[in-house]
């Protein structure tokens, strides 16, 4: 098991009790941009890393959407779980139906957790690039 990292000098925690917006979102309202940070001691976070923010999990993102009365999300990769899109995949089912998932993939990855084993070699053309919705 590995040293959890303090997160960086000056990066948000999670606000214990954030304020309701002072208007009702409309019905359907979808965030189209939003991270899950770890938690590092079941989703490590990468050593390539440029910052180490706190943790902010799937249960910390659902509860925060659900206070802000918003209907669905997005949930893009966090650049400090580098390639690891394991937090991000755990997430996504769990929404119940109510996120999708974009992932990061190295060009020369040789097995994109995502898409499975490469079959191809890593230049292909636009209509072969393999496509998933996590």
């Avoid at 976070?45 to 997005?74: M, S």
């Avoid at 957790?113 to 292909?124: E, H, L, V, Y």
């Amino acid at each position: 098991m590995s040293t959890l990292s303090a997160k960086t000098p000056g990066w948000l925690d999670w606000h214990p009790d954030p304020s309701r917006p002072a208007f009702a979102l409309p019905p359907g309202t979808v965030d189209t941009h939003c991270h899950v940070f770890g938690p590092q001691a079941a989703f490590p976070f990468a050593p390539e890393r440029k910052h180490t923010p706190c943790d902010g999990g799937k249960d910390d993102l659902f509860a925060l959407r659900d206070h802000l009365g918003v209907a669905r999300n997005v949930i893009v990769q966090a650049t400090c779980h580098g390639t690891d899109n394991s937090a991000m995949v755990d997430a996504v089912p769990a929404s119940g139906g109510r996120a999708r998932g974009i992932a990061t993939v190295r060009r020369m990855s040789p097995t994109p957790s995502c898409f499975g084993p490469r079959t191809r070699p890593a230049r292909t053309t636009a209509a072969e690039r393999p496509r998933a919705v996590v």
